[in-house]
């Protein structure tokens, strides 16, 4: 009986292109904020941290610099921009005017929503516990994004949506400066859920503009 034929071999996974793997890596190590605000990054560090030329560095560090997150020095270095008072500001005014609309619009909730929001308030919990901040800030947000994306409205999901990175990197920052408020900020969503299982559109709308302004009175040094 003749022996059966070998089994084909398996094509190794193909690598995403170098400058992809870069910025990937650069990015997620400043919104994780391992790369902290006001570090200087060289591109023969990034080369060697990655394991590639220094030609798809620069092209990683140029797109990123679009993007707000560093500033170029030629022949220095890139420099991680910090997280400025008026940014988060900003970010939180904005997050205000979109959030407050949508909560209102996402109630009644579909059953769907409120299951997606039960099963991300566990995921917060967990990570709670394990005192892991990043992933934390993550689940943070996608509780937020869940009830923008069932009010219905693509134009203000796009503009959230380019919310995400300051969003990330703002969340890590204040944990880290207050472990507290990670705390809170549990509580506080699980009231924002109360509200809309109960189908209270003006007390969610209450609870959400009071979870943010929170955040605004931490950039003013006025809630601890």
Known sequence: MPAPAPAPATAPAKQPPAAER???????????????????LTEGELADAVGVSRTPVREALLKLEVEGLIKLYPKKGALVLAVSAQEIADVVETRLLVEEFAVRKAVPAPARLIARLEELLDEQRRHLD???????????????????????????????????????????????ALPDRVTRNYAEHGE???????????????????HLGRVKDLVRGEDR
């Open 130 to 176: 394990a005192g892991d901040l990043a992933a934390f800030a993550v689940s943070d947000r996608c509780f937020h994004a869940e009830i923008v994306r069932h009010a219905g409205n693509e134009i203000l999901s796009k503009l959230y949506d380019q919310l995400r990175d300051r969003q990330l990197r703002m969340g890590v920052a204040i944990m880290q």
């Open 22 to 40: 870069v910025y990937a890596h650069i990015k997620q190590a400043v919104l994780d904020r391992e790369y902290e605000g006001g570090t200087l």
């Open 192 to 210: 924002i859920l109360d509200r809309i299982r109960a189908g209270d559109a003006d007390g969610a709308a209450g609870c959400v503009r009071r």
